[in-house]
């Protein structure tokens, strides 16, 4: 287990499910989401899924029925807050020391929601264009990772200034996660690499402390060195 997260997922997606009932309560909705039976040994209360990317915790397990809490703050802030009774969602168990990491790993912590705004179709792919606030941007690179619905996906044509970027789905992808029913104007739950997130918010803050002269230059035979970390 990574010592980053308090669950880990590897941001591969183990089955498609459907929810099967929605429970609105004051501030809170409960949902239960019918499990097919291998995502089931080992289940308990308390244990942590990721639907769609988010992070939540088991409160009831009857037979294949696992039950789930989603407070308001969650409802608001990510697709949850959208789920139907007959919507299918990503399931990831969350992943136990030793697993492989096909993906990269992932805590379940939505950063923002982006919306579909283009797609295209070729023979053996699908491209989708996905547009963010620009202020996150300054974490998605071309080539770089990025979570969205829960899955591990590999980041083209980054244009920061427009606030979009593009990713490629292969048939299997598509066949086996949500994307392949998803249309132009869906929203999907985005999590930022944290790897990259740390990277950047440090160097921006050391740059900033720098230029405004909180942080004296080292000195190497007369030259000023700038330590970046």
Same mark, same amino acid.
């Given at each position: 287990?990574? +010592?980053?997260?308090? !669950?880990?997922?590897?941001?591969?997606?183990?089955?498609?499910?459907? $929810? $099967?009932?929605?429970?609105?309560?004051?501030?809170?909705?409960?949902? $239960?989401?019918?499990?097919?039976?291998?995502? &089931?040994?080992?289940?308990? /209360?308390?244990? !942590?899924?990721?639907?769609?990317?988010?992070?939540?915790?088991?409160?009831?397990?009857?037979?294949?029925?696992? !039950?789930?809490?989603?407070?308001?703050?969650?409802?608001?802030? %990510? #697709?949850?807050?959208? &789920?139907?009774?007959?919507? &299918?969602?990503?399931?990831?168990? %969350?992943?136990?020391?030793?697993?492989?990491?096909?993906?990269?790993?992932? !805590?379940?912590?939505?950063?923002?929601?982006?919306?579909?705004?283009?797609?295209?179709? %070729?023979?053996?792919?699908?491209?989708?264009?996905?547009?963010?606030?620009?202020?996150?941007?300054?974490?998605?690179? +071309?080539?770089?990772?990025?979570? /969205?619905?829960?899955?591990?996906?590999?980041?083209?044509?980054?244009?920061?200034?427009?606030?979009?970027?593009?990713?490629?789905?292969?048939?299997?992808? &598509? @066949?086996?996660?949500?994307?392949?029913?998803?249309?132009?104007?869906?929203?999907?739950?985005?999590?930022?690499?944290?790897? #990259?997130?740390?990277?950047?918010?440090?160097?921006? @803050?050391? /740059? +900033?402390?720098?230029?405004?002269?909180?942080?004296?230059?080292?000195?190497?035979?007369?030259?000023? $060195?700038?330590?970046?970390?």
């Amino acid at each position: 287990m990574s +010592s980053y997260f308090d !669950s880990m997922y590897t941001g591969i997606i183990q089955a498609l499910c459907p $929810v $099967v009932e929605m429970i609105d309560k004051p501030g809170l909705k409960s949902f $239960v989401v019918e499990f097919l039976e291998r995502l &089931l040994p080992g289940l308990q /209360l308390g244990a !942590s899924v990721s639907i769609d990317g988010t992070c939540f915790t088991v409160t009831k397990i009857d037979g294949q029925r696992v !039950s789930f809490d989603a407070m308001q703050e969650t409802l608001s802030k %990510s #697709t949850i807050g959208h &789920l139907r009774q007959g919507d &299918l969602v990503n399931i990831e168990r %969350s992943a136990k020391m030793g697993d492989e990491i096909g993906g990269h790993p992932m !805590s379940g912590h939505v950063s923002t929601m982006a919306e579909i705004i283009d797609m295209s179709q %070729s023979e053996n792919n699908k491209s989708m264009t996905f547009k963010v606030d620009p202020a996150w941007m300054r974490f998605v690179f +071309s080539k770089g990772f990025i979570g /969205l619905d829960g899955a591990s996906l590999t980041v083209v044509d980054a244009d920061a200034k427009a606030g979009t970027f593009k990713v490629h789905f292969i048939p299997e992808t &598509l @066949r086996l996660t949500r994307f392949g029913t998803k249309q132009v104007g869906d929203s999907v739950n985005v999590e930022i690499d944290p790897q #990259t997130q740390v990277i950047v918010e440090t160097v921006e @803050r050391v /740059l +900033s402390q720098k230029r405004d002269g909180l942080i004296p230059p080292f000195t190497n035979g007369g030259i000023d $060195v700038f330590p970046i970390f």
